[in-house]
């Protein structure tokens, strides 16, 4: 049964630190795998979306590898800003057609 | 385009109640689910549907039913409201194993 776990559970950093989220999986066979970012009592924002055959993708400030080998992901933010501040949660779809969750990283960025 | 629509936004049921969370994607999205998303958790399947006509259970289906006679349709039925139903409920579509996209949230609450 695949599993996802995010670690940390919370994190905290000055602005302007460049920091790393991760994310890993338990079982290799997924067909994509996507960050999202979920503001409190809001919905999920979709932040990035890598294919299986897919190494990283970029969005500004935003990179995610995937290391589908070793189930890992990470997502890089650079140069972070206060408005970061929100919980990232990353999810695997895998062969069952499910997107599988991690129970997310509360980011605070502090000004 | 409204992307992912859901109605209500709040409710509050009372023990034994039914009712129907409303979801609607205007994207001519072929997939569509149902999640729930717990206090500090990650977001668990209900159901989800590959197509009009074609509905399966997720991780966690008891208590709900859906049924899904459009593409742009696919609401969640709750029948007999228990406290543990308690909780935050995500729609999402997708074109097929692509980014899923998430519709505001209903909140509801089972007292």
């Known amino acids: 049964k695949q599993e996802v776990t995010q670690i940390p559970a919370a994190l905290s950093v000055p602005e302007g630190e460049n920091l790393v989220l991760n994310c890993s999986f338990t079982?290799?066979?997924?067909?994509?795998l996507q960050w999202f970012r979920q503001d409190p009592g809001k919905g999920l924002t979709s932040l990035l979306l890598?294919?299986?055959s897919q190494r990283e993708q970029t969005s500004g400030r935003l990179n995610a590898s995937l290391d589908k080998s070793s189930g890992r992901s990470t997502l890089y933010i650079a140069a972070s800003q206060p408005g970061d501040s929100a919980t990232y949660l990353c999810a695997v779809f895998d062969s069952n057609y499910q997107l599988i969750w991690g129970a997310g990283t509360k980011l605070i960025i502090k000004p | 385009n409204a992307g992912v629509t859901q109605t209500p936004k709040f409710r509050i049921l009372k023990i034994g109640q039914s009712m129907t969370l409303q979801c609607t994607q205007d994207?001519?999205?072929?997939?569509m689910y149902w999640y729930r998303q717990d206090p500090g958790m990650g977001l668990k399947l209900i159901y989800y549907?590959?197509?009009?006509?074609?509905?399966d259970k997720g991780e966690v289906p008891n208590g709900y039913n859906v049924s899904r006679s459009t593409t742009e349709d696919f609401p969640l039925r709750l029948e007999l409201a228990a406290p543990s139903q308690t909780s935050v409920y995500f729609c999402?579509?997708?074109?097929?194993?692509?980014?899923?996209?998430f519709g505001p949230g209903t909140r509801l609450t089972v007292l």
């Open positions: 999402a579509s997708s074109k097929q194993e692509n980014e899923q996209f």
């Open positions: 079982d290799s066979a997924i067909y994509n």
């Open positions: 549907s590959v197509g009009a006509g074609i509905t």
């Open positions: 994207m001519n999205h072929n997939y």
């Open positions: 890598i294919q299986s």
